[in-house]
Each structure stands twice: as C-alpha cells, then as structure tokens.
C-alpha cells in the first residue's frame, strides 16, 4: 500500500517539477542552516574554551600591583621568593608554581631580527601551561638553577628567525636585548591566535635566573601562576592565596591588597557561557528558517489541493474513503521533506566542515546534530502538510465535481 501512495505522491509531484523543486529548496535551507548555525555555535564554543585553557585551567594568576600607590599612601611591592614559598607551604592543593616576568625585546640571529615577548620563568611554567616542544625540548629545573644561556621559542618567532623549519633554530645562537645570549633549545608546537585576536606563539622564553642576571629585578616577580589540584576548589585556593598574600607582605586590616588574583576558570565559565548563548540564538535563527519550509510546503499542497479538486471529487465518488486522501496529500509531504531535509543534512555537513577548517575551529559535527536536523526538518514538513491534507479528505464529492 504505501508503494503505491509514495508512487503516486512522486507522479504528482513530478507533474510540477518548478514548484515542487522550489519547495525542496525552502526546506533544504532550513535544514542546511539549522546544522550548520549549531555546528558554527558548537565549534566555535569549544574553540574560544581551548584558548582560555591553554592559559592554564584550574590555576590562580597572581599579579603584583608593583609602582602603584594603595590607600594608606603605601608603594606596592613585588612578589619574593618567600611569597612563593608561603603559596606552597600554606594553600592547600598547590601542584606548582611558575614565577614569571615579561618584556617586549628585540631578538637577533645571525641573519634576521624580531621583536617578541620574553617569558622569563621556570621548568613548571611549561607543565603549568601544557605547552610542549615540537621540536628539542623545554626548559628544565636544572637550567634555571644554573642559569643557562638557553631558550625556547614560539613558532611565530622561530619562523621570523628562521623560516618554515623549526629545527633550523635549534642550537643557533640569539641576542636578546642588549645584554642576554642565549642558545636555542627547544620550538613550541603552534596554537594559533587567542581569543581578543594575539598570536600566542609570538615569544621567547628563557630562565628566570638567567634573565634576572642579565637584567637585573633579581629581588623578585611580577607574577605567579599557581596550579591548583583538580580535587580543590579554585575559589578556596584564591581566598587563601589572599590570605597568605597579605601576611607575607605585612598588610593591615583595612588596607587594599598590592597584588591582584584571577583564575582562567573564571574566563573559560564566562567565554563558555557567552559562546553557548551565541549558539543557542544562531540555532534559533536557523529553526525559523526551517519554518519557513514548512510554511512553503504547506502553501504548495494548499495550492494543489486548489488545482486538484475534480481529481479528488472523482476518487471520492468511486469509492475512495476521506483517509486515503489524506494519506495521499500526506505522502507528498513526507516526500517533500525527506528530499529537502535529506540535501539540506547534506549541504549543512558540507558547510560545517569547511567553515570549521578555514576558521581553524574544532570540528564538532556528528551524527545526531545531523540526525536531529534531518528529523526535525520532516517532522515539521508533515505537521505542515496536515492542513492541506485535512482539507483534501474533507472535500464534498458532489462540490468538488461541480467545479471546473
């Protein structure tokens, strides 16, 4: 039975190839823009988060306020290395921490010259911050408790210095600064731009002491990155990071902290939040667009009911009860919206992958956005098509026969 109604349904349909192909159309794109608008939202989620989380998850940033004046008229200081030893002895959850000072410097190698930001810090700033060498290696303990001339560079900087091939750089000699040599050791794997658009791979690190030596600021740091145990709380290690702050440095009650705390977890909530929202509204978008097929869906089965109204009057009068009508008009619906929704899964796929490549996001389709895109764009095709139908099986045979 349903062979020969899905037959019929494709033989009416095929008598109006430009109407029903422009129906197709309106619910191809609908399907098309429902998968990709999700695709689009997910993937670019999920790529905004990675940024944020190569900063370090589940870490506290410490930043001194160092020149400024707070508001007992009192200087702020630095952090010391007594301030390191107190986060590590006192804040629960303390896995490591990486003391840190950052300059813009002009760096040379014997041919070329760029300007990039120095990282000053330890062994634990590499585990802290996952990043890992694709060529040589990193910075170890040892280096920095000897001070080697060494250093380890971003991709963006090893190309500037040295073209398209990171192990050129290794074991080249470089002038940092006017004061600082140091022997390449190690090429950071790339990882792109961050999200407010800077090229994270635009750097040179080299060993606190080392740099300290040759720059002087040996009394202290800038800034900490402490790596906090996943079973702690970041909040918890925060307030006592604070507190352990604010003995260390001799503060009163009452007077404003020196130093400032932040967490990447705190930026990775609110980017995940801003980014899902985005993506929830681009999916609503898309649903509208969906709708819309199923509006043209209905207007050209309206239509054909309009047209074919002696053709149902004649079903009806030799016998065809009102529920074959309406399977019949329903079957073109269904015919209707399998076709569109099958091209626009198809299309939408095709769209998500591209976009996703060039815009160097995640790739996050999958078969149930793709199965849910194509149900979704069916399903509303046949609740569309169930007014044309109703109309169709209810017609008065002896009505429908009197018209021309």
Not at 204 to 229: D, K
Not at 370 to 384: H, N, P, R
Request: one cysteine or more; aromatic letters at 6%.
């Amino acid at each position: 039975m349903w062979r020969d109604v899905t037959r019929q349904a494709f033989t009416s349909l095929l008598r109006r190839p430009g109407r029903s192909a422009l129906t197709v159309l309106g619910l191809l794109i609908g399907v098309a823009s429902f998968i990709a608008m999700v695709a689009f939202g997910d993937g670019a989620r999920k790529s905004v988060v990675a940024q944020f989380e190569a900063l370090g998850s589940h870490a506290v940033f410490v930043r001194t306020k160092f020149g400024s004046t707070g508001s007992t008229g009192r200087k702020a200081g630095i952090l010391s290395e007594e301030d390191a030893a107190a986060i590590r002895r006192d804040v629960p959850g303390v896995v490591s921490l990486a003391p840190i000072l950052r300059k813009m410097l002009d760096v040379r190698s014997e041919t070329r010259q760029t300007r990039t930001q120095v990282h000053a810090s330890t062994a634990e700033f590499f585990v802290l911050r996952n990043w890992k060498a694709e060529a040589g290696g990193v910075i170890l303990r040892s280096d920095d408790t000897r001070r080697a001339p060494i250093c380890v560079l971003g991709a963006t900087t090893a190309r500037a210095l040295f073209g398209d091939r990171p192990s050129d750089a290794l074991g080249a000699r470089l002038r940092v600064g006017d004061r600082l040599h140091c022997n390449v050791v190690g090429v950071l794997e790339p990882k792109g731009s961050a999200a407010g658009g800077s090229d994270r791979d635009d750097l040179l690190v080299v060993p606190v002491r080392t740099y300290t030596a040759a720059y002087g600021f040996a009394e202290g740091y800038l800034n900490f990155e402490v790596q906090i145990a996943p079973e702690v709380s970041v909040a918890s290690a925060r307030v006592a990071t604070e507190s352990v702050l604010r003995r260390t440095h001799r503060l009163n009650p009452g007077e404003s902290s020196d130093f400032a705390l932040s967490s990447p977890d705190d930026v990775i909530k609110a980017a995940d939040a801003t980014s899902n929202l985005l993506g929830r509204l681009l999916a609503g978008v898309a649903l509208i667009s969906l709708l819309v097929g199923g509006i043209g869906i209905m207007n050209i089965l309206l239509v054909s009911v309009g047209e074919r109204t002696q053709e149902i009057g004649i079903r009806s009068a030799i016998g065809a009860p009102p529920a074959a009508i309406l399977t019949q008009f329903l079957a073109e619906a269904l015919v209707l919206s399998f076709m569109g929704s099958g091209l626009g899964a198809a299309l939408g796929s095709g769209l998500s992958y591209f976009v996703a490549a060039k815009m160097g996001w995640a790739q996050v389709l999958s078969w149930q956005l793709i199965a849910l895109g194509t149900g979704f764009g069916v399903a509303v095709g046949v609740v569309f098509g169930i007014l044309p139908a109703r109309r169709a099986s209810t017609l008065d045979p002896i009505v429908a026969l009197r018209r021309e």
